[in-house]
């Protein structure tokens, strides 16, 4: 494991070893069977290249009607509870008693990308976000608070954990590209991206 601070981000380089990995994908399959993926569209109407559902209390939505945080998936059952190991990853790395309310779960294939974009769909911007990289290897972009600024860029393998609290809570941050079958998690390749927080 390494710590290694780019931007204000805490990269956790390989928290989790292979076998805490293979933990999480077993944990993720009842949630990922139970609440279908599916591509949202943005408000603007552009659908998103990323599949993606959601875990706990509060999943996060994107349509029509803009982003929100939602208690349903589009299919209009409740989100599944975010998975037990998930949830202890979360209290070891951020150290804190509260637990998430929300984990999004972004599946990219071959091509998939994440533009730059904030994490402010929350009430309560002190509480830290916490980013789970599993299978293919992700271009991760780290910027600052606001659009057009600088931006250093770093490679997430399957194992690593990105901690955005503090400057980096609102920190502008996306995915370029994947490196589609650089991993053997997935047995069809691609990369899942969890992302915890805390919404209300
Ligand atoms: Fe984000």
Same mark, same amino acid.
């Given at each position: 494991?390494?710590?290694?601070?780019?931007?204000?981000?805490?990269?956790?380089?390989?928290? +989790?070893?292979?076998?805490?990995?293979?933990?999480?994908?077993?944990?993720?399959?009842?949630?990922?069977?139970?609440?279908?993926?599916?591509?949202?569209? =943005?408000?603007?109407? &552009? =659908?998103?290249?990323?599949?993606? =559902?959601?875990?706990?209390? %509060?999943?996060?939505?994107?349509?029509? &009607?803009?982003?929100?945080?939602?208690? *349903?998936?589009?299919? !209009?059952?409740?989100?599944?509870?975010?998975?037990?190991?998930?949830?202890?990853?979360?209290?070891?790395?951020?150290? %804190?008693?509260? &637990?998430? /309310?929300?984990? %999004?779960?972004?599946?990219?294939?071959?091509?998939?990308?994440?533009? %730059?974009? &904030? /994490?402010? *769909?929350?009430?309560?911007?002190?509480?830290?976000?916490?980013?789970?990289?599993? !299978? *293919? /290897?992700?271009?991760?972009?780290?910027?600052?608070?606001?659009?057009?600024?600088?931006?250093?860029?770093?490679?997430?393998?399957?194992? /690593?954990?990105?901690?955005? !609290?503090?400057?980096?809570?609102?920190?502008?941050?996306?995915?370029?590209?994947?490196?589609?079958?650089?991993?053997?998690?997935?047995?069809?390749?691609?990369?899942?991206? +969890? =992302?915890?927080?805390?919404?209300?």
């Amino acid at each position: 494991m390494a710590r290694l601070m780019i931007r204000d981000f805490v990269v956790l380089k390989s928290w +989790l070893d292979v076998a805490g990995q293979a933990e999480l994908i077993e944990a993720l399959r009842p949630v990922l069977k139970s609440a279908p993926p599916f591509h949202p569209v =943005t408000p603007k109407g &552009q =659908t998103m290249s990323v599949r993606m =559902t959601s875990a706990g209390r %509060l999943g996060w939505l994107s349509d029509a &009607q803009g982003y929100r945080y939602v208690p *349903d998936h589009p299919k !209009g059952m409740a989100w599944p509870a975010i998975p037990a190991p998930i949830l202890r990853l979360w209290a070891e790395v951020t150290g %804190l008693e509260r &637990q998430p /309310d929300s984990c %999004l779960i972004n599946y990219y294939g071959e091509g998939a990308r994440m533009g %730059l974009h &904030q /994490d402010k *769909d929350e009430a309560d911007f002190s509480w830290p976000v916490v980013s789970v990289s599993l !299978g *293919d /290897d992700g271009l991760f972009r780290m910027g600052g608070p606001t659009r057009g600024g600088k931006t250093e860029s770093i490679w997430l393998s399957s194992g /690593d954990v990105v901690v955005m !609290g503090g400057p980096a809570r609102l920190a502008y941050h996306g995915v370029d590209r994947i490196r589609f079958k650089s991993s053997r998690l997935l047995p069809r390749g691609g990369r899942l991206n +969890l =992302t915890l927080r805390v919404v209300e």
